[in-house]
């Protein structure tokens, strides 16, 4: 089976391709030719990742599937959560983003949170979801080069270290995309 993955995010694409055996394969927006920003309007993960997948199924009318993530904090009441991508504003790079947490998150003995994926399937017209969620902590200052976006700050449960220290393949064994995407192929292998 193919799938268009409805996504600009490169990483994400790595990560998922990662877990993908022969049972099928994804397209990215780039390899389908189609070059938009999608809009992310809403107030949830799981509204947006339906505009993506809506979005794109309206342009090409294949199965396709999106995801949207959040990192979400306890003590920041679920912030940054569903501005993750510009917490510290518009045009910022994800080392703004990652400041602002770290500042906020001063002195802070709660350090508790998680990332939440929610992936929308649109599988022959039809919309299905599937959620994965990460526990983990914020750590007090940057740690590792791997990865992307808030990962330098972030240490899944019973891992000691930031998801920035792990290879592709470590970062699967813990992430909440790598969960989501999970349901997603038992999912399609099911009902596919
Ligand atoms: P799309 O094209 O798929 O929308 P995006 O980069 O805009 O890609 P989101 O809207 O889901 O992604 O924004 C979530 C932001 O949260 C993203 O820009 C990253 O900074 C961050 N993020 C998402 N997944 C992450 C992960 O696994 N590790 C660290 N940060 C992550
Ligand atoms: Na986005």
Redesign the pocket.
């Known amino acids: 089976h193919t799938l268009v993955f409805a996504t600009?995010?490169h990483n994400k694409v790595k990560e998922i391709r990662a877990m993908l055996g022969e049972a099928f394969h994804i397209i990215t927006l780039e390899e389908a030719g189609i070059d938009i920003d999608?809009p992310?309007p809403h107030a949830t993960l799981e509204e947006n990742a339906t505009e993506k997948s809506k979005t794109i199924f309206e342009m090409t009318g294949q199965d396709c599937f999106s995801e949207?993530t959040g990192l979400e904090v306890e003590a920041l009441h679920g912030a940054p959560g569903v501005i993750s991508?510009r917490y510290a504003g518009e045009q910022k790079l994800a080392a703004d983003n990652i400041e602002k947490v770290l500042q906020e998150m001063q002195g802070q003995a709660n350090r508790h949170a998680q990332f939440r994926t929610v992936i929308s399937l649109i599988w022959k017209g039809q919309e299905h979801q599937f959620e994965g969620i990460c526990p983990g902590v914020i750590l007090t200052e940057k740690q590792g080069g791997e990865g992307f976006g808030y990962d330098p700050i972030f240490a899944p449960a019973g891992a000691g270290r930031s998801f920035a220290t792990m290879t592709t393949t470590e970062k699967n064994q813990f992430s909440h995309r790598a969960k989501a995407v999970q349901k997603l192929i038992a999912w399609l292998q099911a009902n596919a």
């Open positions: 600009n995010n999608i992310e949207d991508a």
